[in-house]
């Protein structure tokens, strides 16, 4: 990563690793061969396909044959949603899914609701749990899919993953879930957890982008999401992406070997953050929950101060945070998961994600926990807000 900043937005994208370059090179340069072709040097393209889907099988559980490649998580996210709708779904049914979902999830939901399909939208409590008696609540004699987010990118929080399964399970439902933010940071098992269909993403775990996986279990019935020639098994057809998936490879290898040391050292650094700023910064709070949460996730309101002027500052020092998901930064509304938890708009849109990765060392974290209590202080004395506030206190 470009040392001349500081990168706190690994919940958006992450740095490919060099050894992740190294290993598609070949395959961008010489090794170009179709691996369906019969001759030597694409039997050698179609092994690599095979050991990536060796590899990201056993790295939750899984069999090879259980694995799809797909173009990421909003593919995934997007076929698995659509592709069980259309064969267990047939124009009617439910599907259960939570407020705090990626909007490739919650689109795709809206388009089935247009279909005619019915969709319930769990709420979630103050630290971004959804609560199992309203699951079990909303089930119906037609519900065929809950998905349900095994991590989530705004603030952090991990869901109960094995109960969500356990209920789907004893009600012959069937459970997705977009790991996109967990896959490779925190340790996953698809059959401990019942998930029958499983989303993941390439450019999270250090890989390349344009590359992801679902996960589909043997004797799931997914509808074809790519008409075409035979590859995928023939529901995802089109010639295989070998650069990307000879980097997703080493990418997993890697993610699946790091994962406890990354995981210890995110959580040092991240709580170490959390604190320097709820200690040192008054009117804030901590978004998403405490224990249950990604390694490298921190997300916080600020009151009396807007995210984004926040962020406009950090970037003039080189600090790159989000004011929430890529998807809703950059635009004045205010973020759906945050509006999820019960925050007033104005505390939703004094809110910052900061989301640790590989490069990060505690002097960057210093520096920033040092600018961002500096820039909190300046922007509040701006704010007329904060003004009336002091003046009715005193
Ligand atoms: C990034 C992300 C996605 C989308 O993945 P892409 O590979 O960028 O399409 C979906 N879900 C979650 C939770 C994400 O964080």
Excluded at 227 to 245: D, F, L, S
Excluded at 269 to 292: C, K, Q, S
Aim: net charge neutral.
């Amino acid at each position: 990563m470009n040392k001349a900043v500081i990168y706190l937005d690994n919940a958006a994208t992450t740095g490919i690793l060099p050894e992740v370059v190294d290993a598609m090179i070949p395959y961008l340069k010489n090794k170009y061969a179709n691996p369906s072709s019969v001759y030597g040097i694409a039997r050698e393209n179609r092994a690599v396909i095979n050991n990536c889907r060796k590899k990201l099988a056993k790295s939750i559980g899984a069999n090879e044959n259980e694995i799809y490649f797909t173009s990421g998580g909003s593919e995934s996210d997007n076929w698995a949603i659509k592709g069980v709708a259309e064969m267990y779904g047939r124009r009617s049914g439910h599907i259960i899914t939570s407020k705090i979902e990626h909007p490739a999830v919650l689109k795709t939901c809206r388009f089935l609701e247009d279909k005619g399909i019915d969709v319930t939208y769990l709420s979630v409590d103050e630290n971004g749990l959804i609560k199992l008696r309203e699951l079990e609540k909303a089930i119906r004699p037609d519900t065929f899919l809950i998905s349900v987010m095994y991590a989530n990118n705004e603030i952090g929080t991990i869901e109960p993953i094995r109960e969500i399964g356990g209920i789907a399970h004893s009600n012959n439902i069937l459970f997705h879930t977009d790991a996109v933010q967990a896959y490779g940071h925190v340790p996953i098992d698809v059959s401990d957890c019942n998930i029958d269909l499983l989303s993941a993403s390439g450019h999270k775990i250090n890989g390349p982008k344009g590359i992801g996986f679902l996960y589909v279990r043997e004797g799931v019935n997914i509808g074809r999401l790519i008409h075409g020639g035979g590859q995928e098994r023939g529901i995802r057809a089109g010639t295989e992406n070998v650069p990307a998936i000879a980097g997703l490879s080493k990418a997993c290898e890697i993610s699946v070997k790091t994962m406890k040391t990354r995981a210890t050292k995110e959580i040092f650094l991240r709580d170490h953050l959390i604190d320097r700023i709820l200690y040192e910064v008054p009117y804030t709070r901590l978004n998403g929950h405490r224990i249950n949460r990604l390694p490298n996730n921190v997300n916080i309101s600020f009151q009396f101060l807007q995210g984004e002027s926040l962020l406009v500052l950090l970037d003039m020092y080189g600090i790159c945070a989000s004011a929430g998901s890529a998807c809703s930064a950059g635009l004045q509304k205010p973020s759906h998961v945050l509006m999820a938890l019960g925050l007033p708009v104005e505390i939703a849109n004094g809110s910052i994600r900061m989301t640790l990765g590989l490069d990060n060392t505690m002097e960057e974290i210093d520096y920033v926990a040092d600018k961002i209590k500096l820039f909190a202080q300046n922007l509040r004395e701006l704010s007329p807000q904060y003004e009336d506030y002091r003046n009715k206190r005193v």
